[in-house]
């Protein structure tokens, strides 16, 4: 039955983490000293509230343990940001458009599966807020590498020690101001848990982003 294994599983996680362990076998210790000889030794008869809201508090430190062991938590490190203009959405015809590439190591913490849900990126600029639009990486390569399109795995299922590593990428307008701003990558996973990678634009356009479409396709 499913309370079972939930029953189970939470037992495990309990077993599993020592600060859990310790809390819970010391609020069921308080608990039978205060049942059983709470009106016989003095210090639990003159300290009664006292010892209830130490079994309280270890408790409430049990059920944190294992919300906080059970709870998704990804590691995410930024592995590099890249500015290139000279791959063209098929919308862009008459300016320079320019991509902002972002390559990323991901890792689940947890023993909870976990999935990304989305990518978004803001661009700080003077005072306003740029939104990138993510766009297909599946077509660029760092020199003659290609990586993963993260967003084109959003929704794979991450098991835990088992690392992603690739590259989102955000069509980010023609202004030539964009280079050298900070930017907000805001990686959201399937529990809606937003985890923010803050970093900031290079002021040279890179050199390393190589294009594998025919130029024809990015001409209307």
């Known amino acids: 039955m499913a309370f079972h294994r939930h029953l189970a599983q939470y037992v495990s996680v309990v077993y599993g983490s020592w600060v859990a362990r310790v809390s819970g076998i010391g609020s069921i210790v308080l608990l039978v000293m205060l049942v059983f000889w709470g009106d016989k030794w003095p210090i639990l008869r003159d300290n009664k509230t006292t010892f209830v809201w130490l079994a309280i508090i270890c408790l409430i430190v049990t059920g944190f343990d294992v919300w906080y062991q059970s709870r998704p938590d990804l590691l995410i490190e930024n592995r590099g940001v890249f500015l290139d203009a000279d791959s063209i959405i098929p919308e862009a015809s008459t300016v320079t458009p ?30 306003q807020t740029i939104v990138g639009q993510l766009v297909s990486s599946a077509d ?27 590259w989102v990428r955000f069509y980010c307008g023609d202004d030539p101001r964009l280079r050298g701003q900070p930017f907000v990558l805001t990686v959201t996973d399937a529990y809606n848990i937003p985890r923010k990678i803050h970093g900031r634009i290079p002021f040279d356009y890179s050199g390393e982003i190589r294009t594998y479409l025919s130029p024809e396709l990015y001409r209307s």
């Open 98 to 127: 320019q991509c902002v590439t972002i390559m990323l190591y991901i890792v689940n913490a947890r023993s909870v599966p976990v999935a990304i849900k989305s990518y978004e990126l803001a661009v700080e600029l003077y005072g």
């Open 140 to 166: 660029i390569a760092l020199y003659t590498t290609r990586r993963t399109d993260l967003n084109a795995i959003k929704n794979t299922l991450m098991q835990q020690g088992l690392p992603t590593e690739g």
